[in-house]
């Protein structure tokens, strides 16, 4: 589900960062005033700007949802991820832990190797 979830993110990102720079500025509508040729495009003359709106509110709904869902994701972990992890656990649980060697204690120092 997770990679799913990313995928879509990702997706969704490039798509919402394509359709920004489609879209024209708010200076652009003034040269479609004086006829530089809009209204002849595939959506009409106001029909591309309803269209890209739309589409970037769409595409940002969806990268919200998705951004959402990573953060629930990644905050409430489950217990366990695959069947690797619970055989390493178990792996883990079953090894004796090696006993602490104390300061004053000369097994594991290198001090026995040192001639004098």
């Given at each position: 589900?997770?990679?799913?979830?990313?995928?879509?993110?990702?997706?969704?990102?490039?798509?919402?960062?394509?359709?920004?720079?489609?879209?024209?500025?708010?200076?652009?509508?003034?040269?479609?005033?004086?006829?530089?040729?809009?209204?002849?495009?595939?959506?009409?003359?106001s029909g591309?700007?309803?269209f890209l709106?739309?589409?970037?509110?769409?595409?940002?709904?969806?990268?919200?949802?998705?951004?959402?869902?990573?953060?629930?994701?990644?905050?409430?972990?489950?217990?366990?991820?695959?069947?690797?992890?619970?055989h390493e656990?178990?792996?883990?649980?079953?090894?004796?832990?090696?006993?602490?060697?104390?300061?004053?204690?000369?097994?594991?120092?290198?001090?026995?190797?040192?001639?004098?």
């Open positions: 589900m997770e990679i799913f979830v990313w995928v879509i993110h990702v997706i969704t990102a490039i798509v919402l960062v394509g359709l920004v720079l489609m879209q024209h500025g708010k200076g652009a509508d003034m040269g479609a005033a004086f006829g530089t040729g809009s209204a002849g495009s595939v959506f009409g003359s591309s700007a309803n709106s739309r589409s970037t509110a769409v595409a940002t709904g969806i990268f919200f949802i998705t951004s959402m869902s990573l953060t629930y994701i990644y905050a409430n972990p489950s217990q366990s991820h695959g069947v690797m992890d619970k656990v178990s792996k883990a649980a079953q090894t004796p832990a090696a006993p602490a060697s104390t300061p004053g204690d000369a097994t594991g120092s290198k001090s026995q190797e040192i001639p004098k």
